[in-house]
């Protein structure tokens, strides 16, 4: 036991330090930099790894999901119209340009913001408000092929960007809705007046229909009465009665036959008392 080192401990403890340090792990969906004496040795891709202890160290990691950059711009239309845009940039670091990705460019958000800024201001004010919502696919195609063409170059894949909410200016927008409001109204008398067109010219042929039946009806009325008064003629003829006592004979049977249909109200008879007073002395 004599020949046994305290230094014996810290050298099996320096050991183990020694061996945890040379082993790591890399997460899925994750790259990590390995640097030897400072200079760029190796790309570690997801699983367990080996490095030489003090020598190599781990410079940084680089993550490979997909990733979603939100940019809020704001920037006035031709129409003189200021609004705000929310502009969502989705990208990733291609697995094959990890190296240029993380030595190229050190803070990636602030060079994606700063190119939508450029196409937005760009793209926006060429256009009035009510074309920015309807076109707003279009510029989101232009910042991701502005995007692409930029950022490819230091390993990094646009996978889409989408234009998620445009807000213009609170007074707008009230005046937007009462426009809208407007339009709905005037929309809503046109159907009015029309309906009440529709229902007078309906009217207007009912009744005219009805009269052309009611004068109908009443030429058929006096053709049938004619006829009747022919029939009669003919039938006192055969009788021995000529054609000027037949016709008087009939003339009286229709007076006392009004005067029969006038007795069944008396404000009518009345009436008519009054208007023949010289004809009916007995009325």
């Known amino acids: 036991m004599s020949g046994f080192s305290p230094l014996f401990p810290l050298l099996i403890l320096f050991l183990v330090i020694l061996l945890f340090s040379a082993v790591f792990t890399v997460k899925q969906q994750t790259a990590v930099i390995v640097e030897r004496f400072g200079k760029y040795n190796s790309i570690r891709q997801s699983g367990l790894h080996f490095k030489i202890p003090i020598i190599d160290r781990l410079a940084g990691k680089i993550n490979l999901k997909i990733q979603q950059l939100d940019v809020i711009i704001e920037t006035k239309t031709k129409d003189n119209v200021f609004v705000k845009m929310k502009v969502s940039v989705q990208f990733k670091v291609l697995q094959d340009k990890v190296y240029d990705a993380f030595y190229k460019l050190e803070y990636p958000h602030d060079q994606i913001t700063s ?58 927008k009230n005046a937007m809705n009462r426009i809208n409001a407007a339009d709905r109204e005037k929309t809503a008398a046109e159907y009015e007046a029309e309906a009440g067109r529709i229902r007078i010219v309906a009217k ?23 006829r009747g008064l022919v029939e009669s003629v003919d ?14 004979l009939i003339v009286v049977t229709q007076h006392y036959d009004t005067l029969q249909a006038i007795g069944a109200d008396t404000n009518q008879t009345l009436s008519y008392c009054r208007t023949h007073l010289m004809r009916v002395p007995k009325c």
């Open 235 to 248: 039938i006192l003829n055969k009788v021995g009665i000529n054609s000027q006592e037949a016709s008087a």
């Open 115 to 172: 190119y939508v800024f450029d196409v937005v201001r760009a793209e926006v004010p060429k256009l009035i408000l009510d074309d920015v919502f309807e076109r707003k696919d279009d510029i989101a195609i232009a910042v991701k092929r502005e995007l692409n063409e930029a950022m490819t170059t230091y390993g990094y894949d646009i996978i889409n960007t989408l234009i998620t909410d445009i807000d213009p200016d609170i007074q707008v």
């Open 204 to 226: 207007a042929k009912a009744e005219a229909e009805s009269k052309r039946l009611q004068g109908q009806g009443i030429a058929d009325q006096r053709r049938e009465i004619a």
